[in-house]
């Protein structure tokens, strides 16, 4: 794989508004190796920056700056949601880093895209970013697990850290289908990811008594407190749909009553009490009990 020379071909099965930046098939440090996934980027500059322009990173990214030479990235991603195409070649954007499946050589096979911005998400942002990744990802034949933020390449980074809900739900947006599926008849958990219910029930957690399981020849048995040898149930292995719907009740049930939760109190209590690793994807948890609340009013 040379140069991708289809990358602005590439670019437009997102729908999105293209500008082809002049010369940008010959562009680049040399050849691509491969397209294996894509890092994400962000420019650091403020909305205060010559706030009339859409890109206003344009000559930075392309041409470099001292000590850097251009191009920094492959592709830029304007205020408004304009798509950039600027280097077919390699661009150095990556830095020093690791992806499984990748390798250490980010800028040889992984598509770079500056979007101009600062860590807060302007809504044309918030829609086209994932758009683009899914539109490369579709034509390069890669899979939405290897569209990663800079800051999951290197630790030296924070790009883009901020995107609501995280990197996990930016992969989510990249991988939805088109349209969702239509919920099944056991209500809204089944049209949910499991990474979503996971997100659920942990949200819920804490209105709920604990409960206490000790295992045995046919598998863990719940328990009253106090009995020897109990432990207290996880996430993990209490997570189906009865026991979800159960603390939804509670949920709402405390909701109703007054109650707040603190996300980030439950989920360390979580992480700390289970040893868990829980991606907590907030924006939609918050989705999902809405549209169930929507769905159950007008059922
Ligand atoms: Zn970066």
Redesign the pocket.
Known sequence: MPYLTDLAQAVRKSGLRVVECGSWTGRGHGPMTSVKGV????TATGPAVRPGEDYPSLGIVRDGRAGLPGPLANLGLGRDGTVYVIAAGLAY???EGYLAGVGANGNANLV?I?CEGSGTWPAAQLAAYPRLCAALSAHYRFPAARVIG?SEWTSR?I??NTWPGGMARFRAQVGAPPTPPPPQEDGFLSALSSSEQRALFNRVFGFCRQRWFVTGPNGPREVAEGTKGATPATALDTLDGNYLVERIAAAEAAAEAGATIDHARLAAELIARGGLKVEIDYAALAKAVNDDAARRMVG
């Open positions: 890092v994400c980027h962000w954007h990556a830095g770079g500056e800079h980074k790009d883009i």
